[in-house]
């Protein structure tokens, strides 16, 4: 927790100003943050300034590991963060490539799980082969689930912001090495460090693996204009609570079982203690 409020005072004391194209906002952004999560001894990285969804985002990263690119499966999961970037965006609602409402393109779980071959011979599903591997124990040092395909980019409602995670195994132990390329920190991060650590303590799970750390890269981290009155004169005076525990139901064994019957029910917090939500506003 201390981690997420050091890099938010760091955006609001060092911040540089940057205009948005895509939004049309300016951007309060600083260059390059490294979070770490331990995983082994469940130090769930939940934010407790401010209620936090954190079923929402475990919903997104299960919907990708399930290679979801359209916006009505994500709701079904129990999530609704694609339903304006699929459906207001007003570039993609002219794009010849959108399918039709609640369509994402091809995004995210959809490269991951179907990534297109450059000889055009086919698609490659990365999880399946990475889930593969760590089950046999085999670390090739490539054991990279990537969602960043340039050539797709025209192709999909969004480019992916958290777009690359490296498995590395020493031992039986699982490390994981997450990439993100832009992080809106207020609305983004709350999400985006839940999801790390769900990503590693499922694979592992899946893989008969221990966990071990999570290192969380940010590349482009940075709030918008209307959101720096909230976070500096809200959030960053609240005092965090304790970080509380995660509960994963300990029948998924499978990516099998991730992808066919895995609902929010089968993860549950422990101790949670959090202050009254922010409605921070959402640029899409």
Same mark, same amino acid.
């Given at each position: 927790m201390e981690q997420y409020l050091d890099l938010c005072r760091r955006i609001v004391d060092? +911040?540089?100003?940057?205009?948005?194209?895509?939004? *049309?906002?300016?951007c309060l952004t600083v260059i390059n943050a490294d979070l770490t999560y331990d995983v082994s001894k469940g130090e769930f990285p939940l934010v407790t300034t401010r209620k936090s969804y954190w079923k929402s985002a475990i919903a997104e990263i299960i919907g990708y590991l399930r290679g979801y690119d359209n916006a009505a499966d994500f709701r079904a999961l129990g999530t609704k963060t694609w339903d304006a970037?699929?459906?207001?965006?007003?570039?993609?609602?002219?794009?010849?490539?959108?399918?039709?409402?609640?369509?994402? *393109?091809?995004?995210?779980? /959809?490269? +991951?799980?179907?990534?297109?071959?450059?000889?055009? &011979?086919?698609?490659?599903?990365?999880?399946?082969?990475? $889930?593969?591997?760590?089950?046999r124990g085999v670390d090739n040092r490539g054991e990279i689930l990537t969602f960043y395909h340039p050539g797709a980019?025209?192709? /999909?409602?969004?480019?992916?912001?958290?777009? &690359?995670?490296?498995?590395?195994?020493? *031992?039986?132990?699982?490390?994981?090495? &997450?990439?993100?390329? &832009?992080?809106?920190?207020?609305? *983004?991060?709350?999400?985006?460090?839940?999801?790390?650590?769900?990503?590693?303590?499922?694979? /592992?799970?899946?893989?008969g693996k221990k966990p071990g750390k999570a290192y969380h890269k940010i590349v482009?981290?940075?709030?918008?204009?209307?959101?720096?009155?909230?976070?500096?004169?809200?959030?960053?005076?609240?005092?965090?609570?304790?970080?509380?525990?995660? $509960? $994963?139901?300990?029948?998924i064994k499978t990516l099998e079982d991730i992808e066919t019957w895995v609902t929010m029910d089968d993860f549950d917090v422990e101790g949670y203690q959090f202050h009254e939500p922010i409605a921070y506003p959402f640029s899409v």
């Amino acid at each position: 927790m201390e981690q997420y409020l050091d890099l938010c005072r760091r955006i609001v004391d060092e +911040g540089v100003w940057v205009e948005n194209e895509r939004t *049309g906002k300016r951007c309060l952004t600083v260059i390059n943050a490294d979070l770490t999560y331990d995983v082994s001894k469940g130090e769930f990285p939940l934010v407790t300034t401010r209620k936090s969804y954190w079923k929402s985002a475990i919903a997104e990263i299960i919907g990708y590991l399930r290679g979801y690119d359209n916006a009505a499966d994500f709701r079904a999961l129990g999530t609704k963060t694609w339903d304006a970037n699929a459906n207001q965006n007003d570039v993609w609602l002219n794009n010849p490539y959108r399918k039709g409402e609640d369509d994402m *393109g091809l995004c995210y779980g /959809a490269i +991951g799980r179907h990534f297109p071959k450059a000889d055009n &011979s086919g698609k490659i599903d990365l999880l399946k082969q990475i $889930i593969d591997d760590l089950t046999r124990g085999v670390d090739n040092r490539g054991e990279i689930l990537t969602f960043y395909h340039p050539g797709a980019f025209h192709m /999909a409602c969004l480019r992916p912001c958290m777009y &690359s995670h490296h498995f590395s195994l020493l *031992g039986d132990t699982l490390y994981l090495n &997450s990439t993100q390329r &832009s992080c809106d920190v207020p609305l *983004g991060l709350n999400f985006n460090m839940v999801q790390v650590y769900v990503l590693l303590a499922i694979v /592992a799970q899946i893989t008969g693996k221990k966990p071990g750390k999570a290192y969380h890269k940010i590349v482009n981290a940075h709030l918008y204009k209307d959101q720096l009155e909230l976070m500096r004169d809200v959030q960053l005076k609240r005092e965090p609570y304790p970080l509380p525990k995660l $509960i $994963i139901n300990p029948k998924i064994k499978t990516l099998e079982d991730i992808e066919t019957w895995v609902t929010m029910d089968d993860f549950d917090v422990e101790g949670y203690q959090f202050h009254e939500p922010i409605a921070y506003p959402f640029s899409v």
